[in-house]
């Protein structure tokens, strides 16, 4: 069945996840550009989507190989994608003020950036400002393969640090536009 999938990645490009016997936990995602009964060569690709180079494994090595989860679908999508991704747009003026944040997360909401926003020099979140008051704001937060994770209000005050339009929140607003295209 293994040799089954490596040829339809090989033929079709189609990503996959291989897994290797006592292996960490990550695995190489990518698709099959040649094999044998005894080796893989593939293209591998990070967790942006760039090309990362090729692979050589053997066959034997491999525990697992995955297939056709959101995680290899949406690498199918962002890998075959000549898009904005790689660009950084400019970003609002500096916010010389005592309510910078609300600034920024105004602006972020006007933009309809996602972001990342550091909580207390403690925790990361990334999503969309739905909503925000001068104390308080809701915010959509967004996974890593941009699937909608709900809504949670948050103090402003409570916010340490925040990205706008760095690779991860590049990333997600990708995939996230991609997810809302084809689900309606």
Known sequence: MIKEILKKSKETKEIIGLRLYDGDEDFWCGYVENFNDNIIQLRH??????DDGIIIEQIEHIESVDFDSE???TFNYITRQKNNF??????????????WRFEYLKD????????????NQDYVIYGKIIDLNDSEFNLQG????????????Y????????????????????????????SG
Do not use: H, P, Q
Not at 45 to 50: L, S
Not at 109 to 117: F, G, P, V
Not at 161 to 182: G, H, P, Q, V
């Open 45 to 50: 690709f990070d967790k942006y989507g760039n």
């Open 71 to 73: 995680y290899e679908k």
């Open 86 to 99: 790689d660009k950084v747009e400019s970003v609002a003026g500096f916010k010389d003020c005592d309510n």
């Open 108 to 119: 972020s909401k006007e933009k309809n950036r996602i972001i990342s926003l550091e909580f």
């Open 142 to 153: 967004i996974g890593k393969l941009g699937e909608i994770e709900g809504n949670t209000i």
């Open 155 to 182: 103090k402003l005050d409570d916010i340490s640090a925040l990205k706008i339009m760095d690779s991860d929140c590049r990333f997600r607003i990708e995939l996230y536009n991609w997810r809302i295209k084809t």
